[in-house]
């Protein structure tokens, strides 16, 4: 308890920011010290209702990505045209710890911690790395990966002239996603988007909702991501759009990109891959993802607590 309560809920951000398959669901809080039933299943209503908050859209996408060549002088054992990802079952956990009671005993605070279980396979169609030979191929590697999110709820009163109070979604970390066994680790990734400048190290570190990053409608954003490996794979991924990062030889990668026009909450994911996922047949596949949120800032757009 005592360490949840040091778990501030910090801003990602400095500097212009504002407020704007088959699965299988469980929900059993780990203590229900001072929780009655009727905060356990308030909460449990919350976290379902807030699906732009306990999910995202981008990891277990099964949207194609082509790849070129692999670099001049890279050890490789294929030559990966497309690859893509499919789950064929989620599997879902979900843990509760209640804090900061008030003066009745009863907590004011919940921390939830959802797990998933993703399930599949990584499909990689492939040619041979001999220009001479046209073979095309497909191999289809198991994937296993184990997905990790936190929220913080807070109960507060509908209004200040009312008694009755309800859960509400007051924080959130991005996501994590590792494979099952993994080796691939990111190490920080910075982003840079107009006065935003923040290196982000913890993707599980909760923040307010008052507090993601925003940036402008159609703003240039840059990452570099630090990796454990000079060989790594790294990838953009948007719910429309899957890129490359360039790799600059020395354990980090760099990648710009332009949000959108459309205002709202939205995730960008940064998976790293080993080298042996795509380009050898034989490699067990092995990926570390964080999925960061954000905000596109609009007149008309308002993200936050409510009030």
Request: with cysteine.
């Amino acid at each position: 308890m005592k360490k949840l309560l040091l778990l501030a809920l910090l801003a990602l951000a400095t500097g212009s920011l504002t407020g704007c398959g088959k699965s299988a669901d469980s929900l059993t809080p780990t203590s229900d010290a001072g929780a009655s039933a009727a905060d356990q299943a308030e909460v449990a209503a919350a976290v379902a209702a807030s699906p732009e908050y306990t999910d995202e859209d981008v990891h277990a996408s099964s949207m194609e990505m082509a790849l070129q060549d692999a670099p001049e002088g890279a050890l490789t054992a294929i030559r990966p045209l497309r690859w893509w990802r499919s789950i064929d079952d989620v599997s879902r956990r979900i843990e509760t710890e209640w804090a900061q009671p008030d003066s009745n005993g009863r907590p004011t605070m919940a921390f939830v911690t959802i797990h998933k279980r993703l399930v599949g396979e990584l499909h990689i169609v492939y040619g041979a790395v001999s220009d001479t030979d046209t073979t095309v191929a497909r191999v289809d590697k198991p994937l296993d990966d184990r997905w990790v999110r936190r929220l913080a709820l807070q109960r507060k009163r509908v209004n200040e002239d009312s008694t009755r109070s309800v859960w509400r979604v007051v924080g959130t970390s991005g996501v994590e996603v590792k494979s099952e066994p993994v080796t691939s680790d990111i190490q920080s990734i910075r982003l840079q988007a107009g006065a935003v400048d923040t290196t982000i190290t913890d993707p599980l570190q909760l923040h307010r909702l008052r507090h993601l990053i925003f940036v402008d409608p159609s703003t240039p954003l840059r990452l570099t991501v630090t990796t454990s490996r000079a060989d790594d794979t790294v990838l953009l991924y948007r719910h429309d759009l899957r890129r490359r990062f360039q790799n600059n030889g020395d354990g980090t990668y760099t990648l710009e990109w332009t949000t959108g026009d459309f205002g709202g909450l939205r995730h960008f994911g940064v998976n790293v891959l080993s080298h042996g996922t795509l380009f050898d047949d034989q490699a067990p596949y092995d990926s570390n993802a964080w999925i960061l949120p954000f905000a596109v800032r609009r007149p008309d757009c308002e993200i936050g607590e409510r009030r």
